[in-house]
């Protein structure tokens, strides 16, 4: 073993090629949900096994899916050690709306010890970071000191649906001790932080039918039924005026944070003023009497993530409208199935029907919510080789987010999964101007590369 030091002071040599790797692959405008960038997605795909066999995986493969390729790897040279199987996601968020965006997207720029680009933070710059951990004690070592696999997919941001069905079916091909995942955030600058809970998500159309057709509202209005008001007036009804669900037995499996974790999360630097900045609104919204991280880690949640129907161009058009969607979604915790929740949505649909509204559920996506044991002796070794690294104790949070991945893991291959981030909460996921810090992306070469061999030992 060569140690934390020595790890870093090779990324240290190494920091303006590394940068500039990241720098060319963020150039790649992967857009994973729009069918005119494939090329790029696929090329996306080839950068990743590229880089892969460049930082010496014996391995690898690009393997076609009925939707984009995924990128496996492996290195089992290591007999008698653990395995890791590292997963990351090459595809990308579209970068609209272009115009807020300080720079283009996919031409990144270094300003303020950031980079700024689309998918600096999610998730190529941080997933890269287990390529060049690999490539690092390579050449520090001359071999690993555990087994390694890989896998990248290119459809986490529409839903990752050909990487579950692989899993699935691959349960010996991707046979590990635990997973390491990279798609999470410190909970400060420089604080270290082990994500230890998810929420899981249901991604929903709802779709609202009135009128046989559009019609004249001068003739028709105030005796036809208008689909969008139809459709507002239902999605009203899901939350109270406090903001607390309506749907009945939403709450029904919800178990509350442990003691220790409500402990824990009080001790966390956490200033309601700073959070509400960072929000851009004058009040928090929520469940009466429960913390912001209660809300955001430990709660479901119902959201409207926007709605389309009848006029919305330039002038006048006065029309009733024959048809309204709306995407909704709600975040799920742990011990919520996703399948009772539907039908208990729709159910509720059922009973709230606008009058002379018909309405379609349309489920887009569905996964639970997880909690990962924070006993686990890999999270023993990450926790203290992430304190190595950032000079400070390892805190564990939850995160409101959802990491279907993490949950297909523990479904079909029985491993935990270590949440090793190194974002910030103010990266800008899927928003204009993205951000990464450079300072994080070397702490997460050298802290992954630490990990992996103290791990192997």
Request: charged share 20%; aromatic share 8%.
């Amino acid at each position: 073993m060569v140690g934390y030091e020595a790890i870093s002071a090779y990324v240290s040599a190494q920091q303006e090629r590394l940068l500039g790797e990241l720098l060319d692959f963020l150039r790649i405008p992967s857009v994973s949900t729009l069918p005119e960038h494939q090329p790029d997605v696929l090329r996306a795909a080839e950068f990743t096994a590229a880089a892969l066999r460049a930082a010496g995986m014996p391995h690898v493969e690009i393997i076609p899916t009925a939707g984009h390729p995924l990128v496996y790897a492996e290195s089992l040279a290591a007999p008698g050690k653990p395995t890791v199987l590292c997963y990351g996601h090459y595809d990308v968020q579209p970068p609209d709306p272009l115009e807020l965006w300080k720079s283009p997207p996919f031409e990144p720029v270094i300003e303020n010890g950031n980079i700024y680009a689309r998918g600096s933070a999610d998730d190529k710059g941080q997933f890269y970071t287990h390529i060049k951990a690999i490539e690092a004690l390579r050449a520090l070592n001359g071999e690993l000191p555990l087994n390694v696999k890989f896998l990248i997919e290119g459809e986490e941001e529409i839903g990752g649906k050909s990487v579950a069905k692989f899993v699935a079916e691959n349960p010996e091909k991707l046979r590990a001790d635990v997973a390491l995942v990279s798609d999470t955030a410190l909970f400060a600058p420089g604080l270290p932080t082990l994500c230890v809970g998810l929420r899981g998500l249901v991604y929903m159309e709802v779709e609202a039918t009135g009128p046989g057709r559009d019609l004249h509202s001068g003739l028709y209005g105030g005796a036809a039924p208008n689909a969008v008001y139809g459709l507002a007036q239902l999605l009203a009804k899901a939350k109270d005026d406090h903001g607390t669900i309506q749907i009945p037995g939403i709450y029904e499996t919800v178990a509350p944070p442990s003691p220790a974790e409500v402990e824990s999360w009080a001790s966390l630097p956490y200033d309601e003023a700073e959070y509400l900045k960072e929000v851009g609104s004058s009040a928090l919204t929520g469940e009466p009497g429960r913390s912001t991280f209660e809300k955001t880690w430990a709660r479901p949640t119902f959201e409207v993530h926007g709605i389309a129907g009848g006029f919305t161009g330039a002038g006048a058009k006065t029309v009733i409208p024959a048809k309204a969607v709306a995407k909704v979604s709600m975040r799920l915790v742990p011990d919520q199935d996703p399948e009772a929740v539907v039908a208990s949505f729709r159910q509720w649909i059922a009973a709230n029907l606008p009058e002379g509204v018909q309405i379609a559920v349309r489920v887009l996506s569905g996964g639970p919510g997880l909690l990962v044991n924070p006993d686990h002796p890999a999270m023993a070794v990450a926790a203290r080789c992430f304190a190595d690294a950032l000079g400070r104790k390892t805190v564990f949070v939850r995160s409101g987010g959802s990491i279907p991945i993490v949950g297909d893991f523990a479904q079909h291959l029985g491993i935990p999964t270590i949440l090793m981030g190194f974002g910030l909460p103010d990266d800008g996921l899927h928003s204009p101007n993205e951000k990464f810090a450079v300072e994080n992306y070397y702490k997460g070469i050298a802290t992954v590369a630490h990990f992996l061999e103290q791990y192997g030992a």
